[in-house]
T-cell receptor, first 115, second 114 residues
Framework: AQKITQTQPGMFVQEKEAVTLDCTYD???????LFWYKQPSSGEMIFLIY??????QNATEGRYSLNFQKARKSANLVISASQLGDSAMYFC????????????FGSGTRLQVQP | DGGITQSPKYLFRKEGQNVTLSCEQN?????MYWYRQDPGQGLRLIYY???????QKGDIAEGYSVSREKKESFPLTVTSAQKNPTAFYLC?????????????FGDGTRLSIL
């Protein structure tokens, strides 16, 4: 069963506008963490933001925020004031606190920011 | 600077040949991981190690082998049994125990078949 689902293969956004990248997840573990990574065309994976399953507030890091809806099992990434440099692949990932504790990744969303 | 170094950046494999991808970290992280990424897809876990001298198979371990003799190093060998090795390989490390610790990644190795 797919544990992380990203339903948007590609997204376009105008420069300076906000964009939401969707992520839903599936787990029976009560304790888990959700991560978002950015992958530019050069290939490196850049950590953006983290949300723990017990966190009461949505995580924020600069222009990035995470819209965490636990009951719906969704963890959408919101990028505010998009910049041209935001064009990249974005991956949602989950780590369950029991078992292997490695990340499980979604298939990614390619974001293109247009001037 | 602290980080993860993967080498080489590009690697070519001949039929029937084993090749080894290097991954070294100076972050003093306990856990290390190897992922494979195919074009347009997400990352899939090959092997991981939570501590020196111990490692476990991930989701796609067939045709690969690893060792963890030192905390800093986690080399991946792509054996001749891996019939479709062409992919982008990423090594990562993390503090391990704490669930909120992100994985830090190297810059990757692109492996191709000659």
């Amino acid at each position: 069963a797919q544990k992380i689902t990203q339903t948007q293969p590609g997204m376009f956004v105008q420069e300076k506008e906000a964009v939401t990248l969707d992520c839903t997840y599936d787990t029976s573990d009560p304790s888990y963490g959700l991560f978002w990574y950015k992958q530019p065309s050069s290939g490196e994976m850049i950590f953006l933001i983290y949300q723990g399953s017990y966190d009461q507030q949505n995580a924020t890091e600069g222009r990035y925020s995470l819209n965490f809806q636990k009951a719906r099992k969704s963890a959408n990434l919101v990028i505010s004031a998009s910049q041209l440099g935001d064009s990249a692949m974005y991956f949602c990932a989950m780590r369950e606190d029991t078992g292997r504790r490695a990340l499980t990744f979604g298939s990614g969303t390619r974001l293109q920011v247009q001037p | 600077d602290g980080g993860i170094t993967q080498s080489p950046k590009y690697l070519f494999r001949k039929e029937g040949q084993n090749v080894t991808l290097s991954c070294e970290q100076n972050l003093n992280h306990d856990a290390m991981y190897w992922y494979r990424q195919d074009p347009g897809q997400g990352l899939r876990l090959i092997y991981y190690s939570q501590i020196v001298n111990d490692f476990q198979k991930g989701d796609i371990a067939e045709g690969y082998s690893v060792s963890r003799e030192k905390k800093e190093s986690f080399p991946l060998t792509v054996t001749s049994a891996q019939k479709n090795p062409t992919a982008f390989y990423l090594c990562a490390s993390s503090m391990g125990g704490a669930p909120n610790q992100p994985q830090h990644f190297g810059d990757g190795t692109r492996l191709s078949i000659l």
